[in-house]
């Protein structure tokens, strides 16, 4: 377009005119904290207890950044170009709003945690111990105890639901039955899990028992329809010509579903499982209810109270004893634990079924 | 759905020879049915025994139970129903349109190379632990938004929300959504991003090529094409957050009234947390009136997320998309 111009004439390009240059936004952002900043310490109160709430002027400082560069892109460049900047902006700081939150988590845990983040958390239990000491090796046990019960009911029971519903089932009354019902299991709430478990075993076993099979129980209820919802999805992604081909070879039906179409999904099962468990481990209302707590190592899931990390970190900060910040320590220190336990679920998942997945395409 | 080719080679063998019925198939089979048989067994086992172990409160006699207080049943469980409807509510209010705009940022705003990565960060959000979200919530969170509630107090106190006075601690029902909101986001942001990432391409092409900003073929195109799939994602996150137990009740330091004061230190409180509070001490028909009050929170919860399955599906007849 330019070069169209006569010599020495300035014309406004009608492409570009009317158009911020990219450096304003950046610019009206600083300005607008900067603005803020100045604002908030020219007219604070003077006495000696008034401190500089740098989240008040952040937010300040966002608020004229915005309705700034609104009404500047409203006077360049018209009021949809303004509303679109606008749009982008609020979606922007909703991302960094969600963002806060989980930085602020993390900080705070592996902060606070690493206080009691020690050889004696993960050796000791609480025993006897009122006030400093003690550890959650207790915790940690019957976590992995109850977690493993449940994996054991809910895996073969999840994988064959899968199965009969990818394998057997496709257009059956029955499939559609349980498909909705496993749908309704998604959204149980997990407390009533917990009191399901309870009513289960309060009228097995007599009133106010409380042991760590019904914990199982109740997270078994809450992890069935996970790993039937993961692993149908990739049964479906098993392509019919390895079925098919395996019929044309004279393979009976439950020998191809065994021997083809459960290895060549088997990473992405594997993956949904392990997510499942990373759910159901960090679960606290249903073992509150179902297996109750303790203070000391129970490894038989069949007799007596047991005691899991989400309801040691619950209970320590609870029920703060003579020495508020050892319980509190405690609590971080378990918190951080079950994080840790939790993410290392949720990395190794990914990165199975980053490393095994079936190489479909050719 | 994909084909059954064994089942249709069953349905028509040849005349001369049918199809040996071998016993593994049967085995495997009749196991495979058994287990898909067993989950609806367990529903129904559990809305069962939540009856048989919830009823006997809702026929005894109000003085006889020590938590009615001689109250009726619904006198004591109305505050609670109150309680969990309101901060789901008030969470979904926070949670829905900050996870639309996360859904949207990844899904139309963001750089193509770092937008997984992003919607992994998210993703994260969703694996933290609940009883963390409480412990965050109680010791980090609610001290440091007190002096907030303070000067609502204050400034605002002439809208009933913010009548005040103001909790010393910031242990509030606004606190205890804030929190809920923060962990239904994920869930909302998480359905939502495919909804919007399954919106035609050519759809948005056409606008984009009709000179409409991207705000305007969002607004024209991403947003009508995902609109039911969008009120189910704010359904599914209401279900989590009605359920939420641990977050409200390390949170939240309740009183059990029906107030829509949002900053004071009278709040009511949610039927979760009230049972995960009361039911460790609880005895003889105390613990069939917590078991009671669970049921009700199972039935708000199945319809909310009936509701929201059925639009999905709905959805799915006229999406004209593929």
């Given at each position: 377009?330019?070069?169209?111009?006569?010599?020495?004439?300035?014309?406004?390009?009608?492409?570009?005119?009317?158009?911020?240059?990219?450096?304003?936004?950046s610019l009206m952002l600083v300005g607008g904290l900067v603005v803020s900043w100045a604002i908030f310490s020219l007219f604070s109160p003077t006495?000696?207890?008034?401190?500089?709430?740098?989240?008040?002027?952040?937010?300040?400082?966002?608020?004229?950044?915005?309705?700034?560069?609104?009404?500047?892109?409203?006077?360049?460049?018209?009021?949809?170009?303004?509303?679109?900047?606008?749009?982008?902006?609020?979606?922007?700081?909703?991302?960094?709003?969600?963002?806060?939150?989980?930085?602020?988590?993390?900080?705070?845990?592996?902060?606070?945690?690493?206080?009691?983040?020690?050889?004696?958390?993960?050796?000791?239990?609480?025993?006897?111990?009122?006030?400093?000491?003690?550890?959650?090796?207790?915790?940690?046990?019957?976590?992995?105890?109850?977690?493993?019960?449940?994996?054991?009911?809910?895996?073969?029971?999840?994988?064959?639901?899968?199965?009969?519903?990818?394998?057997?089932?496709?257009?059956?009354?029955?499939?559609?039955?349980?498909?909705?019902?496993?749908?309704?299991?998604?959204?149980?709430?997990?407390?009533?899990?917990?009191?399901?478990?309870?009513?289960?075993?309060?009228?097995?076993?007599?009133?106010?028992?409380?042991?760590?099979?019904?914990?199982?129980?109740?997270?078994?209820?809450?992890?069935?329809?996970?790993?039937?919802?993961?692993?149908?999805?990739?049964?479906?992604?098993?392509?019919?010509?390895?079925?098919?081909?395996?019929?044309?070879?004279?393979?009976?039906?439950?020998?191809?579903?065994?021997?083809?179409?459960?290895?060549?999904?088997?990473?992405?099962?594997?993956?949904?499982?392990?997510?499942?468990?990373?759910?159901?481990?960090?679960?606290?209302?249903?073992?509150?209810?179902?297996?109750?707590?303790?203070?000391?190592?129970?490894?038989?899931?069949?007799?007596?109270?047991?005691?899991?990390?989400?309801?040691?970190?619950?209970?320590?900060?609870?029920?703060?004893?003579?020495?508020?910040?050892?319980?509190?320590?405690?609590?971080?220190?378990?918190?951080?634990?079950?994080?840790?336990?939790?993410?290392?679920?949720?990395?190794?998942?990914?990165?199975?079924?980053?490393?095994?997945?079936?190489?479909?395409?050719? | 759905?994909?084909?059954?080719?064994?089942?249709?080679?069953?349905?028509?063998?040849?005349?001369?020879?049918?199809?040996?019925?071998?016993?593994?198939?049967?085995?495997?089979?009749?196991?495979?049915?058994?287990?898909?048989?067993?989950?609806?067994?367990?529903?129904?086992?559990?809305?069962?025994?939540?009856?048989?172990?919830?009823?006997?409160?809702?026929?005894?006699?109000?003085?006889?139970?020590?938590?009615l207080d001689g109250e009726s049943f619904w006198r004591w469980v109305g505050p609670l129903v109150f309680g969990t409807l309101w901060a789901a509510?008030?969470?979904?209010?926070?949670?829905?349109?900050?996870?639309?705009?996360?859904?949207?940022?990844?899904?139309?705003?963001?750089?193509?190379?770092?937008?997984?990565?992003?919607?992994?960060?998210?993703?994260?959000?969703?694996?933290?632990?609940?009883?963390?979200?409480?412990?965050?919530?109680?010791?980090?969170?609610?001290?440091?938004?007190?002096?907030?509630?303070?000067?609502?107090?204050?400034?605002?106190?002439?809208?009933?929300?913010?009548?005040?006075?103001?909790?010393?601690?910031?242990?509030?029902?606004?606190?205890?959504?804030?929190?809920?909101?923060?962990?239904?986001?994920?869930?909302?942001?998480?359905?939502?991003?495919?909804?919007?990432?399954?919106?035609?391409?050519?759809?948005?092409?056409?606008?984009?090529?009709?000179?409409?900003?991207?705000?305007?073929?969002?607004?024209?195109?991403?947003?009508?094409?995902?609109?039911?799939?969008?009120?189910?994602?704010?359904?599914?996150?209401?279900?989590?957050?009605?359920?939420?137990t641990l977050a409200v009740a390390m949170v939240l330091s309740a009183t059990g009234v029906i107030s829509v004061n949002l900053i004071s230190s009278?709040?009511?409180?949610?039927?979760?947390?009230?049972?995960?509070?009361?039911?460790?001490?609880?005895?003889?028909?105390?613990?069939?009136?917590?078991?009671?009050?669970?049921?009700?929170?199972?039935?708000?919860?199945?319809?909310?997320?009936?509701?929201?399955?059925?639009?999905?599906?709905?959805?799915?007849?006229?999406?004209?998309?593929?």
């Amino acid at each position: 377009m330019t070069t169209l111009l006569p010599r020495g004439e300035k014309r406004r390009n009608p492409y570009a005119a009317g158009k911020l240059n990219s450096t304003v936004p950046s610019l009206m952002l600083v300005g607008g904290l900067v603005v803020s900043w100045a604002i908030f310490s020219l007219f604070s109160p003077t006495d000696e207890e008034y401190e500089l709430n740098l989240i008040v002027v952040a937010v300040v400082g966002i608020v004229l950044f915005v309705l700034g560069l609104f009404s500047m892109s409203f006077r360049v460049e018209g009021r949809r170009r303004a509303v679109d900047r606008l749009a982008t902006m609020l979606v922007t700081i909703a991302f960094f709003l969600a963002l806060t939150p989980l930085i602020s988590l993390i900080i705070t845990v592996v902060t606070k945690g690493a206080v009691r983040f020690d050889g004696d958390f993960f050796t000791l239990s609480m025993r006897n111990v009122v006030g400093e000491g003690g550890g959650a090796a207790h915790a940690v046990a019957g976590t992995v105890v109850m977690t493993l019960a449940a994996s054991l009911i809910s895996v073969p029971i999840g994988l064959l639901t899968s199965i009969y519903i990818v394998e057997y089932g496709a257009g059956k009354r029955l499939t559609r039955w349980i498909t909705f019902f496993v749908d309704v299991m998604t959204g149980i709430p997990s407390i009533v899990a917990g009191l399901f478990a309870y009513s289960l075993f309060e009228i097995l076993l007599g009133p106010g028992t409380r042991v760590g099979i019904s914990g199982s129980v109740a997270l078994a209820v809450l992890m069935i329809p996970i790993v039937v919802r993961s692993s149908e999805e990739m049964l479906r992604l098993v392509p019919n010509e390895l079925r098919e081909a395996a019929y044309a070879l004279g393979v009976p039906k439950w020998l191809t579903i065994l021997k083809v179409v459960l290895p060549t999904s088997i990473a992405g099962i594997t993956t949904g499982i392990m997510l499942a468990i990373a759910r159901v481990m960090g679960e606290t209302a249903p073992l509150l209810i179902a297996a109750g707590f303790s203070n000391d190592f129970n490894f038989n899931i069949f007799d007596g109270r047991m005691q899991s990390l989400p309801n040691f970190v619950y209970y320590s900060y609870i029920a703060q004893g003579s020495v508020p910040e050892a319980y509190l320590d405690r609590a971080w220190a378990g918190a951080l634990t079950l994080i840790l336990i939790v993410m290392v679920l949720n990395l190794g998942a990914r990165l199975i079924a980053r490393i095994f997945a079936p190489k479909i395409s050719r | 759905m994909t084909q059954d080719p064994g089942g249709s080679i069953a349905k028509t063998p040849p005349e001369d020879h049918r199809p040996k019925v071998r016993r593994g198939d049967r085995i495997f089979f009749g196991s495979a049915r058994g287990a898909g048989t067993f989950i609806l067994v367990m529903l129904a086992a559990v809305t069962a025994f939540l009856l048989v172990e919830g009823l006997p409160a809702l026929t005894a006699d109000p003085n006889e139970v020590s938590l009615l207080d001689g109250e009726s049943f619904w006198r004591w469980v109305g505050p609670l129903v109150f309680g969990t409807l309101w901060a789901a509510a008030l969470a979904l209010a926070f949670a829905f349109p900050v996870a639309i705009g996360i859904a949207l940022f990844i899904s139309h705003y963001a750089p193509r190379r770092i937008a997984t990565p992003l919607g992994y960060l998210v993703d994260l959000l969703a694996a933290v632990p609940s009883v963390v979200y409480g412990l965050w919530g109680g010791v980090v969170l609610a001290p440091a938004i007190q002096p907030l509630y303070t000067w609502l107090a204050e400034n605002l106190s002439f809208i009933p929300f913010f009548a005040g006075p103001a909790s010393g601690t910031g242990r509030t029902i606004l606190t205890a959504a804030l929190v809920l909101g923060v962990m239904v986001l994920p869930i909302i942001t998480a359905v939502s991003r495919e909804i919007f990432l399954q919106t035609p391409v050519l759809y948005e092409e056409a606008a984009l090529a009709l000179g409409s900003t991207r705000w305007e073929m969002i607004r024209t195109v991403v947003l009508p094409v995902g609109r039911s799939g969008i009120i189910s994602a704010a359904m599914l996150g209401l279900g989590r957050a009605l359920g939420e137990t641990l977050a409200v009740a390390m949170v939240l330091s309740a009183t059990g009234v029906i107030s829509v004061n949002l900053i004071s230190s009278v709040n009511p409180s949610t039927i979760a947390a009230n049972v995960a509070l009361s039911f460790p001490e609880a005895y003889g028909l105390n613990v069939n009136l917590l078991i009671a009050s669970g049921l009700i929170l199972f039935a708000i919860t199945l319809v909310v997320n009936s509701i929201a399955r059925w639009i999905v599906n709905s959805r799915a007849d006229f999406s004209g998309a593929n």
